[in-house]
């Protein structure tokens, strides 16, 4: 699938993610990669002007079911089974990008492994790997 | 501490819990345990009506802070270094109960282990463990 | 299954289990639940004379997939897909035992969780989920 | 540390190491990574001729430890406090490789990301993240 097409997919069948906003954006999509990246809204901030954990987990999930739908079509109905994170820096209260890339895409389940970073930056604020259980292709 | 002392601590350096509104509520406090609660809005369900896998971390990673909290006092500094979730089954649309026990109460470190259900439910929808870095005490 | 049934089954489909001799032992099995010990040997243990990490993840492994080999009959063919340990406190060298528990045993996944302890101690050495994919029943 | 210096200091504080022969190689050193390779023996194989599961978990470890110590110098003391590990492939019966990377090195904390592949294959077997406990410097 395409940006636009996956896009408008999300838009069709996740219009929660935009609950606040278009604040998520596929940045790039290349084989077995995507990258997402998210503009942190005060709600997502912690004392101090972190991001928080919960919105790094929530943009590191997101950016894994965006690998695999970019991979299998349009499955609305892949589900996540597990997601691992380690919190590894704090970041900047700016914008986050997450590079999720496929380790396995099987007929069952997808795994997928997600280091995300503050924009400009190379260092990895967090690391998440998530399984995705994913419905029979015929579905 | 006691809830009333959680409560205050939790409005006064986490405002952004609240961000919502009053949706978290810490039910219980025992040796070693917090259950806490979160009445999902409609950002927080997705389609079907289940409540999201994000809101579920956010909820686990809430009632470790607070069981961590609880026992070593108002740390504001205590930060998570590690979550890993297993979902295991859709939740029904309406409140969750994550129950969340220390497993070890370290100098550095400590590691809960989290049960989130529907509320009058037996079954476990998911089940999440966290590491917490404890700062030195004496800050 | 019966442990003696799974005593067999596994004498029959993994005698590596049994590689360094009869160390691990099923000392109980209830419904959703396994009890698994290990007396560890001289190549288990760590300077200090602590339970190596590893054997802690093999005794772990073994447990879970005992625990659903009983309740869904001798499937060779169970695999697992993930495990994740927390490592709480340095075991003494001697028997540890596993206590494994099913969280989920779907159609095409069983979680399990499993606390480890020293024989005799209340205190958990080590915390470890586990997720089993399990193959389509009629295999 | 030089590979000479980390074998040397391994067989001197951990001769366990090698309690089946030196079947465990450090190939190869580079700035925030080390190579590691095994060579399986019948122990460790299962039906099939797969490597199994806690032989992919004990070399994810070690590497883990190996760039760790390779960066902080010998420190006997660092420990293991949480492994996780998804398993991709079943590996040919041959020897495996791990190619572990430093995601942080704290003052307290190391985390690692390892990935397991057959000799001279592409293709991920397994996916490990490591979080080590380093004890104070000065220690």
């Known amino acids: 699938m395409s940006i636009a097409e996956l896009d408008a997919f999300i838009d069709r069948e996740f219009p929660q993610v935009h609950v606040d906003g278009r604040i998520y954006a596929i940045e790039d999509l290349s084989s077995g990669q995507a990258v997402v990246s998210i503009t942190p809204q005060e709600r997502h901030l912690r004392p101090g002007g972190t991001v928080s954990g919960p919105t790094q987990m929530t943009l590191a999930d997101l950016a894994a ?75």
């Open 65 to 139: 079911y965006i690998v695999i739908l970019a991979h299998i079509g349009p499955v609305g109905l892949a589900v996540t089974t597990h997601q691992s994170i380690n919190f590894l820096r704090k970041p900047e209260p700016g914008e986050l990008i997450a590079t999720c890339s496929l380790l396995k895409l099987g007929k069952r389940l997808a795994v997928t492994e997600c280091g995300i970073r503050s924009r400009g930056s190379e260092e990895l604020v967090s690391h998440a790997t998530a399984t995705y259980s994913i419905p029979p292709r015929e579905s």
